[in-house]
Nanobody
Framework: QVQLLESGGGLVQAGGSLRLSCAAS????????MGWFRQAPGKEREFVTR????????YYADSVKGRFTISRDNAKNTVYLQMNSLKPEDTAVYYC???????????????WGQGTQVTVSS
């Protein structure tokens, strides 16, 4: 069982940056592929990015490629999402997730955090 807690969300102007963190409980953090998803009002939850267990490989949705960076620190049981050049369309609740398959779909992840709100003003 893994519990995930996101932090770092907030209000930022377009073009600004935010860094989200997701702290995991338990000794098995390094066993999981970690992902970030987001859900905007009235829309379905969508994949943003994921990182492999060792951190050696990452994958991004086209909408955030070149602007967002995922990283992890297995010693701290934490995954990060650095978001630069933010746009109003990035406004959403951001969720971190832990799973074993490394897919870009929600069903590839077994554990989810509660989410953190990111609002980008124009």
């Amino acid at each position: 069982q893994v519990q995930l807690l996101e932090s770092g969300g907030g209000l930022v102007q377009a073009g600004g940056s935010l860094r989200l963190s997701c702290a995991a409980s338990g000794p098995t953090f390094s066993m999981y592929v970690m992902g970030w998803f987001r859900q905007a009002p009235g829309k379905e939850r969508e994949f943003v990015t994921r990182i492999t267990r060792s951190g050696s490989s990452t994958y991004y949705a086209d909408s955030v490629k070149g602007r967002f960076t995922i990283s992890r620190d297995n010693a701290k049981n934490t995954v990060y999402l650095q978001m630069n050049s933010l746009k109003p369309e990035d406004t959403a609740v951001y969720y971190c997730a832990a799973g074993g398959s490394g897919t870009t779909t929600m069903r590839g992840y077994n554990y989810w955090g509660q989410g953190t709100q990111v609002t980008v003003s124009s």
